[in-house]
């Protein structure tokens, strides 16, 4: 695991694509995605390293059920029993109850569905996780994947932009094309996005940014057409 705030934020190494946060609540962890399939046992063994047992963790959030986000979910929830919420687009993809959603023509993934897994919780634009970082707000950020969200602590601003935004070759752009259901939303996500003026992103995949994040942001979103 590596620290990002002492005591609070930390993501993992080694997942091969994509990133995996830990949140150190009162109650226990919290992780923010799962990762590909393989990902599941290098998580829970570095929370082992940490001193965290797999019931230490309590909740999942999922940003969007896309492989490279729940394909650790499965093996995750069997080992820790933890709850897992997501927003209520994305719950039947999640629970394998319809196809993962694809961008209607061109190059793009096969038709697959996931391998099922219960939701326990749903939140959608605007709700609050209450027992996550003090107070994490969900904000619907469609695109990417229709029932994307990222998550957004309004006092430390700190923002998990999920896939929205990928920060790649230390420069953000936007998610690939074939992966993304509609490129046009999802770019009116990342101008939704400038308005929370977060001093901190975690990206979905890519290395946080931890300075001058709101005006990066604006410039990438200025940029857009």
Not at 60 to 72: F, K, S
Not at 197 to 210: A, L, R, S, Y
Not at 211 to 222: C, V
Request: charged share 20%.
């Amino acid at each position: 695991m590596k620290t990002i705030i002492p005591d609070l934020l930390y993501n993992f190494t080694g997942l091969i694509i994509g990133r995996v946060y830990a949140i150190k609540d009162p109650d226990g962890i919290t992780l923010i995605d799962t990762g590909i399939s393989l990902a599941g046992k290098r998580i829970l063994k570095q929370l082992a390293g940490a001193g965290y047992a797999p019931n230490s963790v309590k909740r999942i959030l999922i940003t969007h059920a896309h492989p490279d986000h729940i394909g650790g979910l499965p093996y995750l929830v069997a080992q820790t029993g933890a709850e897992v919420i997501c927003s209520s687009i994305e719950k039947p993809v999640i629970q394998g109850e319809i196809p993962i959603p694809r961008r209607p023509s061109g190059l793009r993934p096969p038709n697959t569905k996931a391998k099922p897994v219960m939701v326990g919780r749903t939140v959608d634009d605007g709700d609050v996780i209450p027992d996550v970082m003090g107070g994490l707000q969900a904000i619907h950020t469609g695109g990417h994947a229709p029932g994307h969200i990222a998550f957004w602590q309004p006092e430390r601003e700190i923002l998990f932009s999920g896939d929205v935004i990928f920060n790649l070759r230390k420069k953000m752009n936007l998610p690939w094309k074939m992966l993304t259901v509609d490129m046009e939303q999802n770019k009116l996500s990342v101008k939704k996005l400038v308005t929370l003026t977060p001093k901190m992103i975690c990206f979905g995949h890519g290395d946080p940014v931890t300075e001058n994040a709101t005006g990066l942001l604006r410039d990438f979103a200025n940029a857009l057409t």
